[in-house]
């Protein structure tokens, strides 16, 4: 385990702006939800690399990981559902398409 | 009994029904003059076209009704009932607006009783002519009902006591002008005609309207007797502006230089118009006009002496002008130019009552020789060209004599109308010093007298020409609606000179409208001169006399009397025997080229100027309002493309958007 907390908040800001930038730049509709996948992943590691070096927060870090984790699975269903219900629509799953609110 | 009908009625209503044998009973009578001929407008306009053939019927009585009272008022104005400075009646409030008040008034005096004199009694003899002229006109029902409304407007102008009620009728009868002479509206050039005449008219009574605004501005009031006390204490510059301004609307109503233009055109309309209006009644509203401004215009002789230069200019202007014109009523127009330009030269040099005295004399004989020309151009199947009539004396006799004694009244031959009123206006230019007035209108003396009994000469004596000789068997004497006004404005023509003239020097009209004049007389002519019948008024006479006598002599050779024909050949041998006569034909032939110069200034040059204007107009102007409209279409098209309808650009936006408030938080927080 690295010494100091910034290494964890570090990886933490990467992962999130890997995941931003694949929210921001995919067309696939299922890659910008992976995308998002990973930016919850990454601000949860950095909720448990607080939890692990402040002794006061160590219970309710643990809590809000497992919270934020059981809410990105439920928005991750919801997200999925949505995309399936596009595709069998639209036929296709790139978001560019999606321009029917386009002036 | 009637204030309870009418709770609000006209004070003078309630005057009458209260008490109906007092005292200025007379006055009472006035508005009648006013109210018949416009319901006699309002019932042929509303009825007319179904009465049909009889549509002539209720204006024509209801004229001789007016005629009727008229003669009743004037009896009693000249008679002395109402008083040596006359009578006048309020009828409302016309505007009440806190400090502007208006009252619609009426005003009878020695003055206005003689304009009714003409006023009522050429309208009713035109009525009457009018029944026979325009028997096949389908649309004499609007003709009765626009003589009546000019009868209404004529006469309202004459007896309104207020500044405002004299401009309003005013214009009124300049929309009747309009009117009538466009009655044939499906004619171009009467359509033209009627907007020439009421357009030039318009450009004198803008300034007759500055006239009148200035009149509230220096004196604060609109009635026109209150305003001469007021206006003789202000400095001369205003009261000589003043003047100048109500002279503008003389000037364009009675057809002076500049604005005589309309007036020949105006023959477009049928010929009891033109003897009504443009002879009788409507040109002489400028002559009332400035005769009864008589007080401001004498406290303004610079402005009189503008009157008498641009009136006498005008009569031998036109004088020269009728010596070659060729349409019988185009002569006869330009003679009545000339004889207004006469009048005004009179109002000019401070001959107020001659002014007044050619004005009846001058109504009754145009009027007479317009109906004649009407009657004639009746008999010869609708031709007004001159040069196709001739050798017409016997077969129109009633004509042809009436006519005779309107040509040599107007000549100015004693003892006929004409002379007493010309001698009497050329007399008094010399006598007060006017002498250039007098040559030029001894000039145009004769000039009259040749060009009237050319028009006799060409019409009525010598050989028939082709168009006459074709319908020969065909042409008759007018009925007797026509030729009965021509036998009844004879005898004004022939004797109304003596009645109203004699004695000389101190005459019948003089003395009756001595009370109207006597203001401006004493201050102009403060030295009175008994008349000289053997000194120098008698010697005046004589050259009035011999100078008509002049131009008869000289018209009778060259154009021949009763059955002695002119020579043509010694006509053109004159008119083309050195340039400068020819020149002179050539030019009074083409109207001195006015109507030409008009064309050039207003519809050239205006017309170009008005292109400019247009085009700035639609190229600035509109092109600014329409730009600010473009430029928030393109706006918005430019930022509609913000709206991709991609989520992602959504989401970039918001990522920008926090991006940038955190970094200016931060960056703020930290100073």
Redesign the interface.
């Known amino acids: 385990m690295s010494q100091s907390l910034d290494a964890y908040l570090v990886l933490a800001g990467i992962l999130f702006a890997i995941g931003?930038f694949g929210?921001?730049?995919r067309r696939n509709a299922i890659s910008?939800l992976m995308s998002i996948e990973l930016m919850l992943n990454a601000v949860n590691l950095a909720i448990v690399a607080f939890g692990a070096f402040v002794p006061e927060l160590n219970v309710d870090a643990s809590v809000i990981a497992l919270m934020v984790m059981a809410v990105a699975a439920a928005e991750a269903t919801v997200g999925l559902a949505i995309v399936m219900a596009i595709y069998r629509n639209r036929r296709t799953p790139l978001?560019?398409e999606?321009?029917?609110?386009?002036? | 009994m009637f204030e309870s009908l009418v709770p609000s009625a006209a004070p003078w209503l309630a005057a009458v029904a209260a008490e109906p044998i007092a005292a200025g009973d007379v006055i009472n009578l006035v508005p009648l003059l006013l109210l018949l001929p416009i319901a006699g407008f309002a019932f042929t306009a509303l009825f007319g076209r179904r009465i049909g053939r009889f549509a002539f019927l209720v204006p024509l009585l209801l004229i001789v009704a007016t005629w009727a009272i008229a003669m009743v008022v004037v009896y009693e104005a000249l008679s002395g009932g109402f008083g040596e400075h006359g009578a006048g009646i309020t009828l409302w409030t016309w505007i009440p607006a806190g400090a502007f008040q208006v009252e619609m008034g009426l005003y009878v005096d020695q003055l206005t009783a003689c304009l009714l004199i003409v006023v009522t009694t050429i309208g009713m003899l035109v009525h009457l002519y009018s029944v026979g002229y325009m028997a096949h006109d389908p649309g004499r029902w609007r003709f009765f009902a626009y003589l009546n409304l000019f009868m209404f407007s004529m006469l309202l102008l004459v007896l309104g006591d207020s500044w405002l009620t004299v401009f309003a009728a005013w214009e009124l009868v300049g929309l009747c002008s309009y009117l009538l002479i466009g009655f044939w509206y499906p004619k171009r050039s009467a359509a033209l005609a009627a907007k020439k005449a009421f357009i030039v008219n318009r450009v004198g009574d803008v300034g007759f309207a500055l006239g009148i605004m200035l009149i509230w501005v220096s004196t604060g009031t609109l009635d026109i007797r209150a305003s001469f006390e007021l206006i003789a204490k202000l400095d001369p510059t205003t009261i000589a502006a003043i003047a100048l301004l109500v002279f503008c609307g003389a000037v364009g109503k009675s057809a002076q230089f500049p604005l005589h233009v309309w007036l020949p055109d105006a023959m477009e309309g049928p010929t009891p118009v033109s003897a009504l209006i443009h002879a009788a009644t409507m040109v002489n509203a400028g002559v009332y006009l400035v005769a009864r401004a008589n007080p401001i215009f004498a406290l303004a002789p610079g402005v009189m002496v503008i009157v008498a230069a641009i009136g006498i200019f005008t009569a031998i202007l036109a004088a020269s002008i009728a010596f070659t014109q060729t349409d019988i009523k185009r002569v006869l127009a330009y003679s009545t130019l000339s004889q207004l330009g006469y009048m005004f030269a009179a109002l000019g040099v401070g001959a107020f009552a001659a002014a007044i005295f050619h004005l009846m004399a001058h109504g009754f004989f145009k009027g007479l020789l317009f109906l004649g020309s009407g009657s004639v151009i009746h008999a010869v199947h609708e031709e007004q060209d001159m040069n196709n009539m001739g050798g017409l004396w016997r077969k129109i006799p009633v004509t042809h004599w009436t006519m005779f004694v309107g040509t040599l009244a107007i000549a100015g031959l004693p003892p006929l109308a004409g002379f007493f009123s010309k001698d009497e206006i050329l007399g008094e230019s010399f006598m007060f010093g006017f002498t250039w007035v007098w040559a030029i209108g001894l000039v145009v003396a004769v000039m009259t007298a040749f060009y009237m009994w050319r028009l006799m000469g060409k019409t009525f004596y010598g050989e028939p020409s082709a168009h006459v000789k074709g319908i020969w068997d065909k042409i008759h004497e007018s009925t007797w609606t026509m030729t009965l006004p021509l036998v009844l404005l004879a005898i004004p023509s022939a004797l109304i000179g003596m009645a109203l003239g004699l004695p000389f020097g101190d005459s019948t009209l003089k003395r009756w409208l001595e009370p109207v004049f006597a203001g401006s007389e004493e201050l102009l002519h403060p030295e009175k001169h008994p008349f000289e019948l053997a000194g120098i008024d008698g010697a005046l006479i004589l050259v009035s006399v011999a100078a008509a006598t002049l131009g008869l002599v000289v018209a009778i050779w060259l154009f021949g009397a009763f059955r002695r024909a002119g020579s043509r050949s010694r006509v053109e041998s004159l008119t083309g025997s050195n340039g400068a006569t020819r020149f002179l034909y050539r030019a009074t032939l083409n109207k001195w080229w006015f109507d030409d110069l008009n064309h050039l200034l207003f519809i050239v040059i205006g017309g170009r100027v008005a292109g400019a204007i247009w085009w700035f107009d639609r190229t600035v102007v509109d092109g600014t309002v329409n730009g600010v409209g473009r430029l928030t279409v393109d706006a918005g098209r430019g930022l509609?493309?913000v709206?991709?309808?991609?989520?992602?650009n959504y989401?970039?936006g918001i990522?920008i958007g926090l991006i940038v408030m955190a970094g200016s938080y931060l960056l703020i927080a930290a100073r």
């Open positions: 931003s929210f921001l730049a910008m978001v560019d999606y321009d029917a609110m386009r002036q | 509609r493309r709206q991709t309808g991609r989520v992602q989401a970039l990522a």
